[in-house]
């Protein structure tokens, strides 16, 4: 639902100290010791808290504590606390205001979008209460307005959570959206939360297009509950523009050099809305708007009804405003939200720095003294800001080693176990109690409890794309990743503490198969861990010289895949195992082959990974036919399917239609879709009850011989075809973000129930014939910061949308494999049984 806002939740400076004394002012106080400074959240300072003067009474609103952050902010979150001073004081606001504003001048009224203005506050002078805004604003100022009904003394200390508005936007003016008639229902389109002045046109504010939320695909449909159809959206139709366009304008805080603007457009062509056919972008810099315009015309894809995207090129223009004109393409045109961006050098990214001023005993400037402009000084000075440039960066190198060493000793903890927060779903509220210090072994399972850990609050917070890389495993595989064959902890459902001190939440033994990419792609339980030490490799050891080189299909850290023939494979194999092909011809076969310069460790994991797929049999998981690890390189050598892998099999076919004659492209019909994903649930159901975990299941890693035959198999990570759907950590290791579970990518554990959704991200691919990849309109962070939607579980989670091809029944399918709790999620054996009956 939300792109990179939805973790723009940072606090700002009030507790942390960033936010300067001169910042903070308000309308009066009670004493000095009740000053405006000491209006901080979680500080004990003075009197421990802001003070009016006088008692503030019902429908006052003359009190107020404001507070300047320097720059435009995108403010997403509130905390408030009363005045506690260790147990002397008991004053606190239960009720409170916002007002905010831009440039200082002009102060707008703070409503929720059901336009409710007052925000409930605190019931106790010592717990903090935090409140989403929603919507969020965008200001420089903000002030706090103690509410009451009733006269009473009021205290107040405050933070403001959110990041720094880069998009440099302070309004834009454009025309009021409309309303649409439908047989069925009216959808209005207005601007609901715009805060400016809304007469014919829209001017001098932000809104819905600023807000962080884009639309759904269904317009009618929306992120928000109980509010009307279209809510999510700002439309317009052709019939209220003879010139066939719409005109927007955008007024930036100061002359910015623009990239690219992105508009997310509705594209529901049933009801006659699409993508706007061409923009037609005018520019000005000081007080003239330039000659020449920006001409931009979209590729608007006829078959796709999704909502989306549409990245305009803004070519480095100079601008403090940018004036468009969107040309319709059909009746409606639909927008829910407009980004910019801007050269990085023209940002600034921090705060403005605090004023200061000389110490008092500080004597004037001597305006006799002579400034020493002598050559040597500056060279000296050149000098001595080289070594200091030197030693900074040995310093840097010593502390990184360090530091990745420490990596792999960080703790789970997604935040400080002092810091617990009471969750209330309903009225977006959460408390925080600081006097109850306590520790205990919780468990690793979803729980019922109102206490969860949640991102924002803690000071030492950071984004979950931060903090993946500090969890055990992804810091292991971001090191060497040779440097363990295993990883953690014993079978267990709840946490455990291993020797150092550090939580494991793994629920087995992982092996980490480093093959020929440096990546684990099956994990085993430590009950089946005794295969290990049984016999050695059930396969026998082929000679190379048979091997004839066809293709190169990938590399990785360790080794490459080749696409080889096979001469004479018939006779090295067992009774049981037919090939297709008549024995006088050779077979097609994968080669993974190791580097024969790769370390110990990496040789040692390359052999327990032929021990281990030696003993996988199963006609839809791909089999070790033979090996060479007599001598360098080793070599493991599998079965390759003629078809190649399912991702680019699909890519190449359509669906049955109309839409596959005219393009004469090669079609697959629903019913064969529903074959090969029955036979990818048939092998992961026999994988999960060996207890493997796959962790890299995709269309990438299934590939497709006869008769649609699919085995599933572990090369995409080692194609550079696929590199796009990798999330590199720290520049070497890579996960599959996007087909991986929450508790996977933010706890880092693989289980069976992070295959199955997995599982179906892949169905997901299967019908939409692999033309899109996973969650194709967000980043790899928002995919990431996604994740932790899941984490909070406050029903904000971005899922992938129902695709055309799929049914009701198995869409409901796909949705309970990415149910939060891992036990709610079905098991393969009830994915292919339910996959089966679906079959024509």
């Not at 903890?413 to 009225?427: C, H, V, Y």
């Not at 399972?445 to 109102?450: A, C, F, G």
Request: glycine share 6%.
């Amino acid at each position: 639902r939300k792109q990179h806002f939805c973790v723009c939740r940072y606090p700002l400076g009030m507790s942390g100290g960033q936010i300067q004394d001169e910042d903070i002012s308000a309308s009066s106080q009670w004493s000095e010791s009740t000053a405006a400074r000491y209006g901080r959240l979680d500080f004990e300072e003075g009197d421990g808290a802001w003070c009016p003067e006088i008692t503030v009474e019902p429908d006052s609103l003359k009190e107020f504590l404001q507070i300047d952050l320097r720059s435009l902010h995108f403010i997403t979150l509130v905390g408030t606390q009363g005045r506690h001073a260790g147990g002397i004081g008991n004053e606190f606001a239960q009720m409170y205001k916002i007002k905010y504003s831009r440039d200082g001048s002009r102060w707008i009224s703070w409503r929720n979008r059901q336009g409710k203005q007052v925000i409930e506050g605190n019931r106790n002078a010592y717990d903090i209460v935090l409140k989403d805004l929603e919507p969020p604003i965008i200001a420089r100022f903000v002030r706090f307005m103690p509410v009451t009904d009733h006269s009473m003394n009021v205290c107040m200390r405050v933070e403001l959570y959110g990041c720094e508005w880069l998009d440099g936007l302070v309004s834009y003016n454009a025309p009021a959206g409309e309303q649409m008639n439908l047989p069925a229902k009216s959808v209005y389109l207005n601007d609901s939360v715009y805060d400016g002045a809304i007469i014919h046109s829209m001017t001098e504010g932000l809104g819905q297009l600023t807000d962080g939320v884009f639309g759904l695909d269904n317009f009618m449909m929306s992120h928000v509950y109980n509010v009307w159809p279209g809510y999510d959206y700002v439309g317009w139709t052709n019939e209220s523009f003879p010139g066939g366009f719409v005109e927007i304008m955008f007024e930036f805080d100061r002359t910015r050099n623009f990239t690219t603007m992105k508009v997310h457009c509705n594209n529901m062509f049933v009801h006659h809305v699409k993508a706007f056919r061409q923009v037609v972008c005018y520019f000005r810099s000081e007080s003239d708007w330039e000659a020449t315009p920006l001409s931009f015309s979209p590729v608007v894809d006829e078959t796709n009804p999704s909502a989306r995207f549409v990245t305009i090129n803004l070519a480095n223009h100079m601008a403090s405003a940018i004036k468009c004109q969107f040309y319709f393409a059909d009746a409606w045109m639909l927008f829910s939200e407009i980004t910019f961006q801007s050269d990085t050098a023209m940002y600034n990214t921090t705060l403005a720095p605090p004023k200061t001023g000389l110490p008092p005993n500080t004597p004037p400037d001597d305006p006799t003294h002579k400034v020493d402009d002598s050559n040597t000084r500056i060279l000296i000075g050149c000098l001595v800001a080289i070594i200091f440039i030197l030693v900074a960066i040995i310093v840097i190198i010593l502390w990184r080693q360090v530091w990745q060493k420490m990596l792999e000793k960080a703790s789970r903890r997604m935040l400080d176990d002092e810091l617990t927060a009471s969750l209330s779903i309903q009225s977006e509220t959460f408390i925080y109690n600081h006097n109850h210090n306590h520790s205990s072994t919780t468990s690793e399972q979803e729980s019922n409890s109102t206490y969860e850990r949640i991102f924002p609050l803690g000071p030492d917070y950071q984004e979950p794309s931060r903090l993946i890389c500090k969890l055990p495993e992804f810091a292991q595989s971001s090191e060497e990743p040779a440097s363990s064959s295993t990883a953690a902890s014993k079978s267990t459902t709840t946490t455990t503490v291993g020797p150092d001190g550090v939580p494991h939440y793994a629920e087995a033994d992982i092996v980490n198969l480093q093959g020929v990419t440096g990546s684990n792609t099956y994990a085993i339980p430590a009950v089946t861990m005794d295969l290990l030490s049984g016999k050695d490799v059930a396969v026998e050891e082929f000679p190379r010289k048979l091997l004839t080189f066809k293709e190169k299909l990938g590399e990785g850290q360790f080794g490459e895949v080749h696409l080889c023939e096979a001469e004479g494979m018939q006779e090295f194999m067992n009774k049981e195992f037919l090939f297709d092909i008549p024995e006088d011809q050779p077979v097609l076969v994968a080669v993974k082959m190791l580097r024969s310069d790769a370390n110990k460790n990496a040789r040692n994991d390359f052999l327990k990974e032929i021990k281990i797929m030696s003993r996988l049999k199963d006609p839809n998981i791909i089999r070790l036919l033979a090996v060479c690890i007599y001598s360098d390189p080793l070599c493991m050598i599998t079965e390759y399917m003629e078809n190649g892998d399912l991702n680019q099999f699909l890519s190449r076919h359509e669906p049955e239609g109309q839409l596959a004659l005219l393009s004469n492209a090669p079609t697959v019909s629903f019913g064969n879709l529903c074959y090969m994903a029955t036979q990818i649930a048939s092998g992961m159901k026999y994988l999960s009850s060996l207890n493997f975990v796959h962790r890299d299941l995709a269309t990438r890693n299934c590939l497709v011989g006869k008769n649609y035959t699919i085995k599933i198999a572990d090369f995409g990570m080692s194609r550079n075809l696929y590199s796009g759907d990798y999330y590199r950590i720290q520049g070497r290791a890579v996960l599959p973000i996007r087909w991986m579970s929450w508790e996977s990518i933010l706890l880092g554990k693989f289980t069976t129930a992070s295959d199955v959704w997995a599982f179906a991200v892949t169905l997901w691919e299967i019908l939409n014939f692999c033309k899109e990849q996973p969650y194709s309109q967000l980043t790899d962070e928002q995919v990431i910061e996604n994740t932790g939607e899941f984490f909070r579980d406050q029903k904000r989670q971005i899922y992938l949308p129902q695709p055309v091809l799929c049914p009701d029944s198995l869409y409901k399918v796909m949705l309970s494999c990415w149910r939060r709790n891992t036990k709610e999620r079905p098991s393969f054996q009830e994915i292919h049984r339910a996959l089966l009956d679906m079959e024509p």
